[in-house]
């Protein structure tokens, strides 16, 4: 028999029949910063329920590294968070020259730490571009597109790309500056600052800015160590971790620089930490650029660096000559990369990179392990979008500043 | 929030103000088809392979350098040796530029620079043939970039700069510009 009118009613008001308001945000809608696909359960438009659903931008990125050498995996993790591929670069040359027991010139250590920052501006540039235009202000955008445009220049300047730039190598990095890049670089520190305070005064006190994120998206400190974040969204919760200061690495004991911190945890605080963080990358970048003068003509890659054709097996020479041929035939098998593992970490602009590699002794890596902060991040959004209207969500992607591609790898 | 500023909408203004600044700044916009903007030399681009001036061939050695290099592995070569001189020569060089990743490691590698990523980025195709280029097609995309080319041409991947001596094969560290 058909439900009469009656049961009907019955049903919808009753609250455990009645079924929540089902949504699937993206994985096209632009906001969502690539192909990341949230499936929301709606009371009206208050979040019941959220889950992410990742994988779409699945490239399998680490089983791919353990089918090539260890120099040709490099060029993947380019991709990994595409807008800051300089600082994934240097996380994984440095978990390799840590295998290997390399030492890296001090001129190299400082090229790396020069684009480390570069990237790390043009990532928060291209965070501050989107975060605005989701929430609703057109020119910051279009203002950020404009600077970022000058560093993907610079960019090319140093290594011909501009985005997947594959700058540093194990051991090092591929080329040295040129004066000119070095002068370009000095005029866009000098500079820099006064654009930031542009950007401030834009959005700054804004008051639709300020409604769209004081007390948005509120993590408390312990909440936000419990849940993993890292980096500028860690420390807009006012806890000062940056791995950076905590375990230097490249030039960065070499240099000054203040790590920011939030008071509210709100996504106004994280905005906040990210402006300063950039005008600390420019003060970084300056400092690098006046100790650049003092290692001129030094070399770029380290002693004993692997070659970029490097072997898959390597045989030592004989211990013994052979009677005829000497020491030109080849005996024992010896590793090419120390057998072993490791665990280095950098802090990314999205938040702390680690690499975990494992070595068996050949050419190719047995085993790579990426810690991506996205995805960790993404993991938080449930927890962090609970209780907020849909048009929040927008804002709470943004301020965890995720990308999809060193998420789902 | 400040009542001055609620009540006068200064920071709005402010905001407008800036705006209205940039107006009168010179724009930055590089209107593309019609103007470009300047590559940097050594822009990792379409692939050539270098014409030796001298014998009118090609450059490589056909060592496999390259292919062994190759992340994503989009070089095919094929050698024989030349039943009259005895030498070896390339009989086939392809390279599927659909799957390259730009990285550049094949001009790094090679001893003689055979190989070179010009600052030639306009190319696309209809079809995957278009941009699948064989030796012919890579040597005349070579003499199509030489003509925009002041020459010498020499690309810093040919020998990096900083990079020690010692290090480089020995034909790389007396390299000259073509
Ligand atoms: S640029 Fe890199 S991916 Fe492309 S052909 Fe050369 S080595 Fe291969
Ligand atoms: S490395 Fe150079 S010489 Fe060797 S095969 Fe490749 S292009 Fe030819």
């Known amino acids: 028999m058909a439900p009469t009118l009656e049961l009907y009613t019955r049903k919808i008001g009753h609250p455990e029949w009645e079924e929540p308001f089902v949504v699937n945000m993206g994985p096209q809608h632009p906001s969502t910063h690539g192909v990341l696909r949230l499936y929301l359960e709606l009371d009206g438009e208050t979040v019941v329920r959220c889950d992410p659903r990742i994988g779409?931008?699945?490239?399998?990125?680490?089983?791919?590294?353990?089918?090539?050498?260890?120099?040709?995996?490099?060029?993947?993790?380019?991709?990994?968070?595409?807008?800051?591929?300089?600082a994934n670069n240097t996380g994984y040359c440095l978990a390799?020259?840590?295998?290997?027991?390399l030492e890296v010139p001090r001129r190299a250590r400082l090229l790396r730490t020069i684009v480390c920052e570069m990237a790390r501006i043009s990532s928060h540039?291209?965070?501050?571009?989107?975060?605005?235009?989701?929430i609703g202000a057109m020119t910051v955008f279009l203002y950020c597109f404009r600077d970022r445009e000058w560093l993907l220049d610079i960019y090319e300047k140093i290594c011909g790309a501009r985005l997947t730039?594959?700058?540093?190598?194990?051991?090092?990095?591929?080329?040295?500056?040129?004066?000119?890049?070095?002068?370009?670089?000095?005029?866009?520190t000098e500079e820099f600052p006064t654009r930031i305070t542009d950007y401030e005064t834009l959005i700054d006190v804004n008051r639709i800015w300020l409604r769209r994120t004081k007390g948005i998206a509120v993590v408390p400190p312990e909440k936000a160590l419990n849940m993993g974040l890292t980096g500028p969204s860690l420390r807009g919760s006012g806890v000062p971790y940056d791995v950076r200061k905590f375990r230097p690495y490249d030039a960065?004991?070499?240099?000054?620089?203040?790590?920011?911190?939030?008071?509210?945890?709100?996504?106004?605080?994280?905005?906040?930490?990210?402006m300063e963080e950039m005008r600390q990358a420019n003060r970084i970048i300056r400092q690098c650029l006046d100790k650049l003068a003092q290692t001129e003509g030094e070399p770029v890659v380290a002693e004993g660096a692997p070659d970029l054709l490097m072997p898959e097996k390597k045989k030592?020479?004989?211990?013994?000559?052979?009677?005829?041929?000497?020491?030109m035939v080849k005996g024992e098998e010896v590793p090419v990369v120390p057998e072993g593992e490791v665990y280095v970490s950098i802090e990314a602009p999205k938040g702390e990179l680690g690499y975990y590699i494992v070595s068996d002794g050949s050419g190719k890596p047995w085993r790579v392990r990426v810690r991506a902060p996205s995805f960790v991040h993404i993991s938080a959004i449930p927890e962090m979008v609970k209780g907020h209207m849909v048009a929040d969500i927008i804002a709470v992607i943004g301020t965890l500043d995720v990308v999809l591609g060193e998420c789902d790898r | 929030m400040n009542p001055i500023r609620t009540i006068f909408l200064t920071e709005i203004g402010k905001g407008l103000w800036l705006t209205l600044r940039k107006m009168f700044s010179r724009p930055v916009t590089v209107q593309y088809p019609e103007e470009r903007k300047p590559v940097a030399p050594g822009f990792r681009g379409r692939h050539a392979l270098v014409r030796d001036p001298e014998?009118?061939?090609?450059?490589?050695?056909?060592?496999?350098?390259?292919?062994?290099?190759?992340?994503?592995?989009?070089?095919?070569?094929?050698t024989e040796r030349d039943?009259?001189?005895?030498?070896?020569?390339?009989?086939?060089?392809?390279?599927?530029?659909?799957?390259?990743?730009?990285?550049?490691?094949?001009?790094?590698?090679?001893?003689?620079?055979a190989i070179v990523l010009t600052e030639f980025y306009e190319y696309v195709g209809y079809r995957r043939e278009d941009l699948y280029f064989d030796k012919e097609r890579l040597l005349a995309n070579w003499d199509e970039f030489l003509t925009t080319q002041k020459r010498p041409y020499f690309n810093p991947y040919w020998k990096p700069r900083g990079v020690p001596e010692k290090m480089l094969p020995a034909p790389k560290r007396k390299a000259e510009g073509v």
């Open chain 1, 125 to 134: 540039l291209l965070w501050l571009a989107t975060h605005a235009l989701d």
């Open chain 1, 252 to 274: 960065y004991d070499e240099v000054e620089f203040e790590v920011p911190v939030g008071k509210n945890g709100d996504t106004y605080d994280r905005y906040r930490v990210r």
């Open chain 1, 165 to 188: 730039v594959s700058y540093p190598r194990i051991g090092g990095v591929r080329l040295d500056f040129t004066s000119e890049i070095i002068d370009e670089l000095y005029q866009f």
């Open chain 1, 56 to 86: 779409y931008l699945h490239r399998g990125l680490e089983k791919l590294s353990e089918n090539m050498t260890y120099t040709q995996a490099m060029v993947l993790t380019d991709r990994l968070d595409y807008i800051s591929s300089a």
């Open chain 1, 316 to 327: 030592a020479p004989r211990a013994v000559p052979h009677p005829k041929k000497g020491f």
């Open chain 2, 55 to 78: 014998t009118g061939r090609e450059r490589c050695i056909g060592c496999l350098r390259c292919a062994k290099v190759c992340p994503s592995r989009c070089i095919y070569i094929e």
């Open chain 1, 96 to 101: 390799v020259e840590k295998l290997l027991g």
């Open chain 2, 83 to 113: 039943p009259e001189t005895k030498r070896m020569v390339v009989k086939r060089y392809e390279v599927e530029v659909l799957r390259c990743v730009f990285c550049g490691y094949c001009e790094e590698v090679c001893p003689v620079n």
